[in-house]
């Protein structure tokens, strides 16, 4: 059984993810899961020929921040440590362009404000 929580991220995830294909992204994984954590969207950004790592945030209002505001230091070392560990167990990218992007949501998921911010930290 999910908890709200989760079922409102699911969503989010789903919603994120049409509109990044939309936008020309190719989905490679989804919520590849490490003992660092998860990464919630591997990408291929075919334009680039870069991988990309997404986070997905949501929140239903920005009384306390944006969701992008959400991604910590420590919620981006996590990211960076998985996303390493998913290169070693994936060869296919030898010596890959990598970037993390930040995908946030507000309000309403059924009509979300959506924020990407592409190339939101460094490795």
Known sequence: MFSFKR????QAERLSLRY??????????????????????IMLDI??????FIEVRYR????FGSPIDTVTHAKQ???IRAAKQYLQQHNQYDEPV??????GLEFDLK?????????????
């Open 20 to 41: 990044l294909t939309e936008q020309g992204l190719q989905l490679i994984e989804q919520n590849y899961l490490t003992r660092f954590g998860e990464i919630d969207l």
């Open 98 to 103: 990598c970037r993390f992007d930040v995908v």
């Open 60 to 63: 239903q209002n920005s009384d």
């Open 7 to 10: 079922k409102i991220g699911n």
């Open 77 to 79: 070392a996590k990211l």
């Open 47 to 52: 334009e680039l020929n870069t991988l990309v």
């Open 111 to 123: 009509c979300p404000k959506i924020t990407w911010i592409k190339d939101a930290f460094d490795a």
